[in-house]
Nanobody, 120 residues
Framework: VQLQASGGGLVQAGGSLRLSCAAS????????MAWYRQAPGNERELVAE???????RYAESVEGRFFISTDFAKKTVNLQMNSLKPEDTAVYYC???????????????WGQGTLVTVSS
């Protein structure tokens, strides 16, 4: 599975950005799609996740400001980011967990990362 993310950039505090990610490849079933981020000097952290059973969860720091949406049939995931803050500055990574057809083990796949910079 390959993931291609887009939509990062520079925005002023209070502004909005929308990240998009598309997965490609065959032989896998998508089980979950998510966005992570990593700021300089910090560990990679989960921002938002949407699972195949319809559940979503968010990091507490983005709850109410960020919204994840997915289309599992099209293998796409978007992240609408509103009311951005300077502390949201990070490289954002698209992630998917997927299983090979006929198998149960879930593999993690990562996109290349897209930089989001929020100026104060």
């Amino acid at each position: 599975v390959q993931l291609q993310a887009s939509g990062g950039g520079l925005v002023q505090a209070g502004g909005s950005l929308r990240l998009s990610c598309a997965a490609s490849g065959t032989g896998f079933t998508i089980r979950a799609m998510a966005w992570y981020r990593q700021a300089p000097g910090n560990e990679r952290e989960l921002v938002a996740e949407f699972t195949g059973d319809g559940r979503s969860r968010y990091a507490e720091s983005v709850e109410g400001r960020f919204f994840i949406s997915t289309d599992f049939a099209k293998k796409t995931v978007n992240l609408q980011m509103n009311s951005l803050k300077p502390e949201d500055t990070a490289v954002y990574y698209c992630n998917t967990r997927a299983t090979r057809w006929g198998r149960s083990y879930q593999h993690d796949f990562w996109g290349q990362g897209t930089l989001v910079t929020v100026s104060s």
